[in-house]
């Protein structure tokens, strides 16, 4: 085995052992692949919004209990994904072609993990692109966009992730639940906006501000919340571990939620959906927004759904420790 990977192996158990029974300490310094941890500490807040008829999605507000976790400060990036593939790569968890990365075990053999090939709409800034190279049996990221979001990443390559590190070194890694994601952006203040002081402007965000970037930039470029998370609003979109249903409030738990009823919808052309029509197939929670999104779509509240093998430039993921 590599000496990368034993430096790995022991960061990865250190952080285990530190952590497991959900520790409230304060560093935040100890890296899994790379990643910087922001402690949440155990507790309770209001999810949902009061009284908006433009969003019954977001109601009723209830009071939902969390144990302590972990939350990478920011989104997954190009880096840490194509360390990710290389180490998912040698241990068999993935196959690769040119243009696209599947996965090679458990439950999503086949699936599509991440397009290589994802280029940026008609329109849009070239840089929208997939910045994974794969060449000569190594991934690595492109020059210049290590610490870019990964995107073009679907749900299954984000769970992949997780369920890599989980299994291979023994760390209990997974998506945010939507309650520990919206508990995580709303910061101890349950501020409307996941930001420094729970306003929204281009200076806090990378959204449809009117002097917006009109792309994806470098993870952690705008003030952190009060929890000293970055990206929660904009930049991309975030994969949580949940299922979708816009009724989900109305019989969630009080403690620890998350929505596990959904099944995986074909990958054939037949699921339609999204951009104001409505999904004929089950879908799975993303959050926070993206560089795309009006302001209204970064409220820490605000839901929202893709197909789980939907693959694109406003999507990308961060992980939790439990």
């Keep these: 085995m590599k000496f990368r990977r034993l430096v790995l192996v022991f960061l990865v158990v250190s952080a285990t052992i530190f952590w497991g029974c959900g520790s409230d300490s304060d560093d935040d310094d100890a890296t899994v692949s790379g990643i910087t941890w922001i402690t949440i500490p155990e507790g309770h807040f209001f999810m949902g919004t009061f009284d908006d008829p433009l969003h019954p999605e977001e109601a009723p507000v209830h009071t939902v209990n969390l144990d302590a976790f972990q939350i990478s400060q920011t989104e997954i990036t190009n880096a840490q994904y194509a360390d990710y593939l290389n180490d998912a790569l040698e241990e068999g968890y993935v196959f690769a072609t040119a243009s696209k990365v599947y996965g090679a075990v458990g439950t999503y053999v086949g699936y599509l993990y991440l397009d290589l090939e994802g280029a940026a709409a008609d329109g849009e800034d070239p840089d929208n692109a997939c910045h994974i190279i794969y060449e000569d049996g190594v991934f ?183």
């Design 140 to 322: 690595s990221a492109e020059a210049g966009y290590e610490n870019w979001p990964v995107t073009f990443v679907s749900w299954h390559g984000a769970y992949a992730f997780t369920r890599f590190y989980t299994e291979v070194y023994g760390v209990a890694m997974g998506l945010p639940t939507e309650a520990e994601w919206e508990y995580a952006a709303g910061g101890e203040d349950e501020l409307d906006y996941p930001s420094d002081d729970g306003t929204l402007s281009c200076e806090k965000a990378n959204y449809d501000c009117g002097s917006s970037l009109g792309r994806v930039t470098t993870a952690g470029s705008y003030p952190s919340n009060t929890w000293e998370l970055q990206d929660m609003a904009g930049n991309v979109r975030e994969w949580c571990w949940d299922w979708y249903d816009e009724a989900y409030y109305s019989s969630s738990s009080s403690s620890n939620p998350v929505n596990l009823s959904g099944s995986e919808p074909p990958s054939d052309g037949s699921a339609t959906g999204g951009d104001g029509e409505p999904y004929n197939y089950d879908t799975r929670v993303v959050r926070g927004g993206s560089y795309t999104s009006s302001a209204d779509d970064l409220r820490t509240a605000a839901r929202d759904q893709d197909y789980p093998f939907n693959l694109n430039g406003q999507t990308g993921f961060r992980v939790v420790l439990r």
